[in-house]
């Protein structure tokens, strides 16, 4: 069984602990133990999920949780790869890695905590902060038009493209069931409120304007591309876009033909025959 532990650094009322406890019970609910799975976060508030969940995990360098989730899932498949951090580690300190990566379609689960600012870093403008919003170092306004993730996820490559909110647990526990059953890049951005930096983008504000996607064809790419603009007096959530290709993986059915190099047992006085190979 996933525990959450009792001591955070997280402000009271953060966004994090929700997504925390969905998460939790979500991998409970999945049958997951510890053994099957694996986080790997940046730098940020959200990226100190491992510490604060009973869980196996790599904590690296911000914007840099990407690359070493790549390392794993191809070394073994059979460990769900899950990657977790904020909208400035995710898209933006970590946006190539982010592009590339969605392209590459590997076999990821990428849960970003879209809290339009900078937490840890006391309440700078991230990549998707709103227009005109003033921070201690914007004090006259952002100037820059905000990032799409969704588009941006859309038009790479990402093989499942889905939004959620904190404030809706249920619903943000379908989003990640699914995008864990889901084979490929599966990106999933939550809107997390930032209680102390980020005073427009609220749970009120949130909850006023989200609204399930209806109607929707989720195979349908223009469709998703044309809903994933709608942003304003209306947010949708849910699966805007679902396929299914192959996964980077498949590409190199050698890795296959062998014994998966992380059951491998390790001799370490082998080693200096192997490095003599290339000298
Ligand atoms: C390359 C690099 N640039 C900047 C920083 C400083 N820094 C640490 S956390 C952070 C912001 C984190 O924001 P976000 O990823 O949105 O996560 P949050 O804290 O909001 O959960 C920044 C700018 C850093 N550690 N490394
Ligand atoms: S600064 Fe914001 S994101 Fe960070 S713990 Fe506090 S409320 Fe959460």
Request: one cysteine or more; proline letters at 5%; charged letters at 25%.
């Amino acid at each position: 069984m996933f525990k959450e532990r009792e001591i955070t650094s997280w402000c009271p009322g953060c966004g994090n602990f929700p997504l925390r406890k969905t998460l939790k019970e979500s991998f409970n609910k999945m049958n997951l133990s510890y053994k099957d799975v694996v986080m790997f976060t940046g730098i940020g508030q959200a990226a100190k999920m491992p510490h604060f969940l009973k869980i196996n995990g790599y904590n690296g360098l911000h914007g840099r949780a990407i690359p070493p989730a790549v390392g794993m899932r191809i070394v073994n498949p059979e460990i769900k790869v899950i990657v977790e951090s904020g909208d400035g580690c995710s898209y933006g300190e970590g946006g190539n890695h982010f592009l590339h990566n969605m392209r590459r379609n590997l076999d990821i689960v990428h849960l970003a905590h879209n809290n339009q600012i900078y937490g840890l870093t006391k309440g700078q403008a991230s990549p998707t902060s709103g227009t005109d919003m003033r921070t201690d170092v914007q004090p006259e306004g952002v100037t820059a038009q905000p990032l799409n993730p969704l588009r941006i996820a859309l038009s790479s490559g990402a093989t499942f493209v889905a939004r959620s909110f904190v404030g809706d647990r249920e619903h943000l526990a379908k989003m990640i069931e699914k995008a864990f059953k889901h084979r490929g890049y599966a990106l999933v951005d939550v809107l997390q409120p930032c209680v102390s930096f980020n005073k427009i983008n609220t749970y009120k504000w949130y909850s006023e304007r989200v609204k399930k996607l209806d109607n929707h064809d989720k195979n349908d790419i223009e469709a998703a591309f044309s809903k994933a603009g709608i942003w304003g007096d209306e947010i949708p959530i849910g699966v805007f876009y679902e396929d299914e290709r192959e996964i980077f993986r498949d590409h190199f059915p050698w890795l296959d033909n062998d014994e998966i190099i992380s059951n491998r047992e390790i001799d370490p006085s082998n080693m200096e025959d192997l490095l003599t190979e290339f000298q």
